[in-house]
């Protein structure tokens, strides 16, 4: 799942899992293609260089070269993989970050609005960016990209009703 399951409470079932489109994921990979034909191209072009310096022209190149595929291609694409979009029946949970991580978790109980931003680009590929009203000092969490937000929204709302229903039938000793 690449969520740990020993985030989840006793009991408590994972209704959705996702990451940010993979939309997020193609701009990486695409860099990555794109920095590594250049650099290609570069090296076999200063390698046909007969002077004493050449060497440390490429060697300049492969160093330029790496950190911009890191920076553009490769931190992208871990920070991708490593943001996860979970709900379950009792929570919403965010959560980013491999090295520094950062969560944030809102009880189903504290939902006060869902509300999701479409623009037509983001309507055609299915996605697009959903901020959740928490009840309490947690405040809000924006979820960026969201696959097929439209049902994501409704299963948060019906989640959510579930939960006051049960909450509900647990208050009057049913």
Not at 11 to 28: A, D, I, N, S, Y
């Amino acid at each position: 799942m690449g969520y740990p399951d020993d985030q989840l409470a006793r009991g408590e079932v994972v209704k959705l899992h996702t990451r940010p489109h993979w939309k997020e994921g193609v701009g990486p990979v695409l860099w990555f293609v794109v920095f590594l034909a250049i650099a290609a191209i570069a090296i076999t072009f200063t390698a046909k260089i007969d002077e004493g310096w050449a060497l440390w022209l490429i060697l300049a190149e492969v160093v330029l070269f790496l950190v911009l595929l890191i920076w553009l291609s490769v931190l992208p694409w871990i920070r991708w993989r490593s943001t996860h979009y979970v709900i379950t029946d009792q929570r919403i949970m965010w959560r980013e970050g491999l090295v520094t991580r950062e969560s944030r978790h809102i009880p189903l109980a504290r939902v006060n609005t869902v509300s999701y931003t479409q623009n037509v680009w983001e309507r055609i590929f299915g996605f697009g960016d959903m901020n959740i009203d928490s009840a309490s000092d947690d405040g809000e969490i924006n979820l960026i990209d969201v696959p097929k937000v439209d049902k994501t929204k409704a299963l948060l709302y019906q989640l959510a009703e579930d939960d006051r229903s049960r909450r509900a039938g647990d208050g009057d000793g049913t």
